[in-house]
Structure formats: structure tokens, C-alpha cells
T-cell receptor
Framework: GQQLNQSPQSMFIQEGEDVSMNCTSSSIFNTWLWYKQDPGEGPVLLIALYKAGELTSNGRLTAQFGITRKDSFLNISASIPSDVGIYFCAGPNDKIIFGKGTRLHILP | DSGVTQTPKHLITATGQRVTLRCSPRSGDLSVYWYQQSLDQGLQFLIHYYNGEERAKGNILERFSAQQFPDLHSELNLSSLELGDSALYFC??????????????FGPGTRLTVL
């Protein structure tokens, strides 16, 4: 079946650093979604991408929909402690497929 | 607060038992999606209901079933529970039944522990 591969699985960074993570698929998606999950909470939608090549920002977050429609990346600039959590990419068709997530840790 | 409520927040039970998880969607939302999240598997889509009818099925075991009632709340029934069913169960709701374009709002989840 369809799968989304996220990398890296986890990241340990210093506060203030920029972060980059990506998501790839063997299948084409017409929409890419990026969610963040805080500990003990449900995922929250960060950015939705609807067009190949689209670059969308939400504050310090920027996401791009790959030209091939088989990948997407998410960048976080100048990370802060509240950025800690798990970031999921998701691709919806008749159902939504989620990647396994990238766990972001910020070192004190 | 997403507006989606789930009860109970925690549930501890024994193998072989049956439990029911409840989800109330956001006001006005017609669709409910159920997901299972375990440590090593990420979020797995289980089932989608739209306005009382089943729309799509994912990796839902035969021991699991769900329904959406006329007031649009949904219940996920898990029976003959096994240790491996221990996980977080989330529901999400959307306005309509279009996963491609509708934003999903997730509830806080129910943490199920099977001993």
C-alpha cells in the first residue's frame, strides 16, 4: 500500500538553529499536509499544500510541495523550546496516510 | 482546544475484554475519522464515517467496529482485546467527507492500556 517515509526519525538541535525535515512517497499525492503533535495531545495541522511546487509559510515554518508530487519538506527557522514535538507529514486521497513522524528535541 | 472531545482519556483493561471509545466531533462537522497511534507505527487510519455512513476503511481489525449516530457522535468498539491493542486512539472531525481538502481537527485521544 501507499507509504510515506519521513526523515530524519529524530533530531537533536540547539535552540535557535534551523530545522529541515522531509517526506517522500512512491505514489503521487495531490495534497500534502504537515501536522505537529505535542506530548499528550492530538496532532494539529500546521500547513497544507495543494499545488506542485507550492511554497507556503506559517510564521517560522515553511513547507514546499515537491514538483514530482512525491515529496515535501518542512523547515523551521530559529527554533524555540515550544517547537519540541513530533512532526508528521500526511497525504490524503480517499483516506489519509501519515508518515511515522520526525521527533524534534531541543537541547538545553 | 480543537472542539473535538474524546472520552475516556485513559482506559486500563485486561486481555479478552471489550471497550468502547467515544468521540464527539466539532459542532457542524459531519465526518469522523478514527486513528490508532502506537509507539512504533505512527498514526494508522482505521475508519471514516460521514453523516452516519461508513466512507472508508483502513487497517481496522475485524475485532474492532465503529458507528456514527444520528447526533454525529461516534463510538469505536474494541473487543477480545490483546496486549498489542495498547495504544493511543484518536478521532478527528471534518466539515464534510473530503479528506483531500477538508482540514482534520483531532481530539485529545484515549490512551488504552491492555494488561
Amino acid at each position: 500500500g501507499q507509504q510515506l517515509n519521513q526523515s530524519p526519525q529524530s533530531m537533536f538541535i540547539q535552540e535557535g538553529e534551523d530545522v529541515s525535515m522531509n517526506c517522500t512517497s512512491s505514489s503521487i499525492f495531490n495534497t500534502w499536509l504537515w501536522y505537529k503533535q505535542d506530548p499528550g495531545e492530538g496532532p494539529v495541522l500546521l500547513i497544507a499544500l495543494y499545488k506542485a511546487g507550492e511554497l507556503t509559510s506559517n510564521g517560522r515554518l515553511t513547507a514546499q510541495f515537491g514538483i514530482t508530487r512525491k515529496d515535501s519538506f518542512l523547515n523551521i527557522s530559529a527554533s524555540i523550546p515550544s517547537d519540541v514535538g513530533i512532526y508528521f507529514c500526511a497525504g490524503p486521497n480517499d483516506k489519509i496516510i501519515f508518515g511515522k513522524g520526525t521527533r524534534l528535541h531541543i537541547l538545553p | 482546544d480543537s472542539g473535538v472531545t474524546q472520552t475516556p482519556k485513559h482506559l486500563i483493561t485486561a486481555t479478552g475484554q471489550r471497550v468502547t471509545l467515544r468521540c464527539s466531533p466539532r459542532s457542524g462537522d459531519l465526518s469522523v475519522y478514527w486513528y490508532q497511534q502506537s509507539l512504533d507505527q505512527g498514526l494508522q487510519f482505521l475508519i471514516h464515517y460521514y453523516n452516519g455512513e461508513e466512507r472508508a476503511k483502513g487497517n481496522i481489525l475485524e475485532r474492532f467496529s465503529a458507528q456514527q449516530f444520528p447526533d454525529l457522535h461516534s463510538e469505536l468498539n474494541l473487543s477480545s482485546l490483546e496486549l498489542g491493542d495498547s495504544a493511543l486512539y484518536f478521532c478527528a472531525s471534518t466539515r464534510f467527507g473530503l479528506p483531500n481538502t477538508d482540514t482534520q481537527y483531532f481530539g485529545p485521544g484515549t490512551r488504552l492500556t491492555v494488561l
